[in-house]
């Protein structure tokens, strides 16, 4: 028999501690297809970030190095500057690349580090047990939105692709969603190209996925799925905001 | 071997593997893992198409899949 | 060693960590020592490193980090408000065990406080402004050329026992010229480290570098790993200078400028036919408790001089433990302390308690 | 001997490059020298003043509090720093500039119109040298050869071609001094 | 005092900072304090406050200064790498001469640590890990109500003295639940202080809230200030507890969670027939010196006991002042000692040194 | 005679420590205009930043609060959320708000505070002695980028309006230039409006002044005047990139 | 009396809700209480215990380290609990889940096999409360009514309709326990 | 009292209103401020139209401008 799926090599074969059905887990297989397809394990410096993926280090085959909250984009710029040939990327939730990590992220993208940035939207802290995130929803309810998120208090949230694209160094910026088949197939070709881009020495890359916390939403997994389809997308648009070529496909 | 291996012990039993298979060949068992959960198995193995969505929508890198 | 050359110290503790192998330079503008990333600017290109400005202190030392941990020899300097901003990422650095060298050219605090020189950050450098239990090698030179020499050894000194290294200047030491000499030579080559994160190449195991242990027992452990390797940097690297302190009486106890101000006020004191000697610790931590402990015995009085309200007083209360009563003398906010103001609260001791 | 210099004005008076070139000619000599800078909170204007020491022993303290000599080029400077100098030591001042003469009779003073006398040799951009001169004159602290030789390690390039004018400062305020 | 309630420690300090009149919340999340926001962002709305989650530690505590320099009773908290960032804001806030409440429910370090108990931030707390001459007030409570007692008068000491409250807990303070009695009044609403910018209304001058002073005789002049108001702070507000401490040859120093420790180790102490004592330190800044010293002189020996590798170690050595040998006792990282552990190591300095 | 201008009220009649020529000079002046024509100077609350203008507070006749480097917009939202009708305005150079303060000011717009930010980005850090800033061009000399500005390496300057822009809860945001007549004119009309849209509610309004910096870019006052015009205008476009209507005037 | 209770088990056991019960029941009786928790780093699953004293006196330490008492819902908690225990003290341990049996002699055992007997009234969420109610008979650390009292207290509302079956769970508990 | 009064203790010798005076109706002076500036003045009174622009411009709030 042909094998048609296996599990990519760059991952390690242990059990993660995510919670069940929790799509880091998909986020994780993409960006360790990625290293393998492009042969770059060996060259490869993942950065970890504070957030339910802190333990990515574990999971990835990799060199790694685990950055303060927010500080990731940081991190990477010191390792950037001192590998020339590395293949450098940071992996940050929500909170931690737009929240306190805001400086460090655009001014990455400013000054165009050539490093790719896998940044996971779940709209929630999760690892701290589901505060408001930036990127929350205006009326969905976390622990520190008890009564939803409250637009005359707390604003809308911020959408970090289009933000970002305004920055003539964000050479590379994509939303994506992981929660069908389909999406995720076109996460992956996001996600690749943000790599392939830092491999042709482009500047800054970066992909924001939509990714799900069932646990802090209260949701099932699939539900949590289908929410991220009838809630986020809505605001937060898929599609390439820039490109190398100056492309635009969102909408 | 079956068209779609399942490695028992480290699904969680999400349950997102089921939702996609478009050809409902996947189930959850009823026992339980060392970890406490259901996991997912090849319920209909005749149905299945080998198109490896379990295997890309599986968040936990738990199954791989087999065309024979 | 080539001819003698005046220049800042700021500089000189620029060109100093460039010809100890210094290649990586992070860093954010602050007075009283944007010298030191000005010259590193110009430099770095010179010698094939790179210099980056950050978007502020807390990105340059996280920079610093990621270098740091790839085994380069790396930079970063600041003063006062930028040193505070800087403390969660010194406590990651050390909580990952990496080295670097940190320089701090203290201002008057606290907070947007004032640009002249001050001693009031002794604490922050010494007990960690950061969390948790860690330690940092401390140097605090009274020259440009003891902030040359001390900075040459600095990447050494941290290399070994895995810590950051800080100078703990201020703003006369940053600003003043003085006559130094370099070493001819660049510090050589040397490989990467064999815990540097550069890519698992040629089939090694992958690499982390890390400072989260959710066990507490590991993080315990790793905490008591930290402690031994300052517990040998306490036995092998700690430095002081005494100055006619064989026969003093009355023992002054001072750092950095303030300690070159003591030695007029010892001077002046030594012609009224006090016998008064100096204590200068160079390593501020580990603090060389034994030595001034020893000293402390045979002192009728110790006195502490400090520009602060009172820091390096507590560690010299620790080490005299009692042998004899700690006084203390301060300036504050930027105000260098006068010696004939040292010597006139010096000779008020003694008329209390030597005699 | 220790010279224990401060010299202070406006920022723009050329007050650092005063002390720096006591400095580095005080070095090449094979003295001990430091030099240190205080300034004002302005970016341009403001006032200013550096410290600095010479020596032939090794330096204790750089800090200077009881100037052996304190020079001053403007008015504010006058008032902060006569009271300082040390009994028996020597105060030079901008008289072109500082409308009324010190009152101390425990030191030696020494007045300088240094602008007109500048203006007179062509800019009062130099009247910084003038009162250099004056001073090197005075004390002898450094030889006036050694200023001038290190002249073109201390003005930026593109005040090089200065150079002849500014060795011409320095002797007319050195033939001040008797 | 109404009945007595079950409440989380963290959900405790929270409800008596209400209680005090704080209405103003802004902090960060972080584990374990997190219950802390989490009820703010329930209960401020309730008494007509404002909770805000801000975008970082360092946003939270500037917006912690810009709402206490309006004279608000305001509050933030965090745990050890989110006070870390929050260094710079607190030496400000200090330097501003402002008064709030900050909240540290300590956790392992350094870096990121771990998220058990840990007592490792306790230099950082009482010396200052910002830079400058400041002092905080440092309580450090041992039992959930003690934590709420203190918090409700937190407010009225930070005003007195114009100068940040911190709450030094820890994991399992903020963690545990215990019985606690609230007051049942709100702290009366109070005038907005003189110095308070609220807008130049009726005429009157404008005001500044401000730590710069760029003439260092200015700034000079500000530190003795806060000095002066810390030393009354210590004259007035030092607090602390000793239990069998009058006939104690061996005496225990431990503070907050440890010193529940230490209450078991004396009790098996004195059932092997040893007089044990404890001191306990509840200010930890203004740190009782006096009071220790005192009764240093009766004991034999001092053990400090703490989770940490050697913090309020440096505060007893000081009170101490060598009238007994110090003796030193920690776990860290999130491990917390035992009584057994404490009183067996306890037993064996008494074989040594009391026997 | 009739007076034709007068020095505003607001300001006080006091030397400030600016260099000569220096545009900071101007923008104060429009902004105490703004608050004596609006008058509320006996609500307005200033918040001074680190940079040149630190000492504003002692120019401004209104209460001030002087903020830590970068974090006058959290000073600010302290503020705010406890004087609910005090007049709150910030005062940001671009070292301050566009380098460390990036954070600050992008979650103040995300939250809509109803501050005002006054915004000069002079293209350098004036205060510390002429540093490259985030905003400045490439090419452009400073003692940190002695070669001049280089892409590779540092990055484009960043464009804070056009960033600050894709926000939804910046309400106003107008770049205005101070080098002539014409351009002061519309930089008192934007600074009075950014005014009026907080005193209406409106949420968080900005202000981006180019101002000069003779001192550190070596010029005389009226050549950085002239320097801004031709180098700076053309990367950094006036006009108004959100206004409470939504319409947007720039290009 | 001084009952020093740990209780471990698996994330979503309810060995949290047990504690508080525990601690609630306590306090209204009139006794001093106190409840730690301690989790690992999952947000689901993972393992999880807390420490619970009940004292007729002021309480001295929280922590507890010796338990009088460790009830176990999982094997890794057995293993890392079962040395803990003071001798002379009890453990309780889930037999539905545990596959070995404790080896300590010194102390009392007592196997509550809690899912089984949970299945049985009706849904295994209520395991914990099987085991709670063999600890009350075992110890009368605190009354069983004292606990039915607190039940509408602990669970969180979506929960209360639950009510009946945690009472019926207790008594089944306590039957085991002779 | 003249159409432009400028403040010349206060000025800053910047000579940014000379610059955009449209009548040309200012220079700046030989003397000297207390400050070390040469200030500007109205060296034009009978071209300048008081159109304000110096008022605005300057930096300082140095000029004050009437109109007859
Ligand atoms: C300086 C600092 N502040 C706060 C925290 C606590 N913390 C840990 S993870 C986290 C949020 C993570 O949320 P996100 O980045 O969205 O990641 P997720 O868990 O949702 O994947 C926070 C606030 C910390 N570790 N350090
Ligand atoms: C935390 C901190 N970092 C750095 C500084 C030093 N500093 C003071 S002003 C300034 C730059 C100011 O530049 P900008 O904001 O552009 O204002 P400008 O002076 O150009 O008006 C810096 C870096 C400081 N005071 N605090
Ligand atoms: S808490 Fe949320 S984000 Fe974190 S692992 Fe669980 S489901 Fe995923
Ligand atoms: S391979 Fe396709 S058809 Fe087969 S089980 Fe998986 S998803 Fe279903
Ligand atoms: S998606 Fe994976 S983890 Fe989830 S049930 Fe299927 S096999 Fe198990
Ligand atoms: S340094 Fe530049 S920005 Fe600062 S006052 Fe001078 S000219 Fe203005
Ligand atoms: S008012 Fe107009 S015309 Fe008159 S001097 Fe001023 S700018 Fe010139
Ligand atoms: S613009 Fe103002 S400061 Fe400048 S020269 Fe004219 S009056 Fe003087
Ligand atoms: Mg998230
Ligand atoms: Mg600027």
Redesign the pocket.
Known sequence: MKQVYSVPKSLRPVSTHYCPGCT?GIIHKLVAETIDELGVRDRAIGVA?????VFSYDYFDCDFQQA??GRAPAVATGIRRTVPDAVVFTY?????LAS?GTAEIVHAAMRSENITVVF?N?A?????GGQM?PTTMVGQRTTTSPEGRIKGLAGEPIRVSEMLATIPGATYVARVSTTSPAHIAKAKRAIKKAFEVQLAGGGFSLVECLST?PTNWGMSPVEAMEWVDKNMIPYYPLGEFRTPEGGQTNG | MKKVVVNEAKCKGCGVCVNFCPKSALAMADRINSKGYHPAELANEAACISCGICGRVCPDAVIEVFKP | MAGRKLFKGNEAVAEAAVRAGCRYFFGYPITPQNEIPEYMSRRLPEVGGAFVQAESEVAAINMVYGAAGTGARVMTSSSSPGISLKQ?GISYIAGADLPCLIVNMVRGGPGLGGIAPAQSDYFQATRGGGHGDYHLIVYAPASVQEMVDLTLGAYDVAERYRMPVMILGDGVLGQMMEPVSFPDQMAPDRPAPEWATRGARDGRTPRLINSIYLKPEELYKHNLDMAERFEKASANEVRYEEVLADDAELLLVAYGTTSRVCRAAIEKLRERGIKAGLFRPITVSPFPYDALSKRAKSAKAVLTVEMSMGQLVDDVKIAVAGAAPVHFFGTTGGVIPKASDIAEYAAGIVGEEVR | MVEEIIIAGFGGQGVMIMGQLLSYAGMHEGKNVSWIPSYGPEMRGGTANCSVVISDEQIGSPIVAEPTTAIVMNRPSLDRFEPAVRPGGLLIYNSSLIDRAPERTDIRVIAVPANELALELGSDKVANMVVLGAYLKATGAVSEQAVRDCLSEVLPARRRELIPLNVKALARGAGLVS
């Open positions: 880091h970030s504070v957030g339910c993926s303060a909250h940050q939730g929500d909170g931690d306190i996971v779940n929630i802290y999760g690892m701290t995130a916390c | 969660e």
